[in-house]
């Protein structure tokens, strides 16, 4: 017994450093490598904008959207383009107004108001809807007119639609389908041509965070009395067409 000791001792030695150097181990970890996704930072501010027309009588009063410098994204080319978009837009009404008013003025004048709202949620992306009221001296009543406009900020570039899904995928053809159940619902003496899957149909579009929202003119799908009509098309029904790589892979659920 006596010399089976140091035999025992040796190897309940050799266990504990095994156990230690186990023990000193990182655990091995599992899964994929995942790399936390850093959401953008920036400040988008309102700059406004006003004109008053004296010999033939107008106003107009826009809110423009501004982003602020920033150090880590590029700024400049989404408020060139931003800028170029409303005030090409000031400018077609004001030629509308300068070239067919009436002479003598019918009533107060004419007048212009637009402003905008931010729709998607904080990230890479973003999308900004415009509301534009309108009303031309004489009219019966006033007019409304829709702009939307969406960038990826990561990128530095504008977004079309089709960008959001698999290239060659029958993405207007699912929204619209979407769009038209829908709006067949609503009591607007609803216009169906308005919402065929045409890329003039669904112009304007938004993301946000729980689908995809589509924006009719007046006029496009229901009588003037409803005003321009919104649906919002949920991502799941779209999901298996997004591209995986797209815009819209960080808002699906």
């Known amino acids: 017994m006596e010399e089976r000791l140091p035999l025992?001792?040796?190897?309940?030695?050799?266990l504990c450093l095994v156990t230690l150097?186990?023990?000193?181990?990182?655990?091995a970890t599992t899964g994929p490598n995942t790399t936390p996704v850093t959401t953008p930072s920036y400040t988008l501010i309102s700059t406004p904008f006003?004109?008053?027309g004296i010999e033939t009588p107008y106003?107009?009063?826009?809110?423009?959207?501004l982003l602020l410098e920033n150090q880590q994204l590029p700024v400049e080319h989404f408020n060139q383009l931003v800028d170029a978009l409303v005030r090409g837009n000031i400018a077609s009404f004001r030629n509308n107004v300068l070239e067919k008013s009436p002479d003598p003025p019918i009533s107060v004048g004419s007048s212009y108001n637009l402003k905008y709202d931010q729709l998607s949620p904080l990230g890479q992306i973003i999308s900004l809807k415009f509301m534009i009221n309108t009303y031309f001296d004489g009219a019966a009543h006033p007019g409304e007119q829709n702009l939307t406009f969406t960038y990826d900020l990561v990128a530095?570039?504008?977004?079309?639609?089709?960008?959001?899904?698999v290239l060659g995928s029958d993405y207007l053809d699912r929204i619209a389908s979407s769009c038209k159940m829908q709006l067949n619902l609503r009591d607007i003496a609803y216009n169906e041509a308005g919402a065929d899957p045409t890329v003039e149909n669904y112009h304007n579009w938004n993301i946000t965070a729980d689908g995809l929202l589509i924006t009719f003119d007046m006029y496009q799908v229901a009588a003037a009395a409803a005003g321009s009509q919104?649906?919002?098309?949920?991502?799941?029904?779209l999901r298996e067409i997004i591209d995986s790589h797209g815009p819209l892979v960080g808002l699906l659920k």
């Open 8 to 14: 025992i001792t040796s190897i309940l030695a050799g």
């Open 230 to 237: 919104t649906v919002l098309v949920p991502y799941g029904e």
């Open 156 to 165: 530095g570039q504008k977004l079309n639609l089709e960008q959001l899904f």
């Open 50 to 52: 006003q004109e008053r």
């Open 59 to 65: 106003q107009i009063n826009a809110e423009l959207p």
């Open 21 to 27: 150097a186990y023990g000193c181990t990182d655990p």
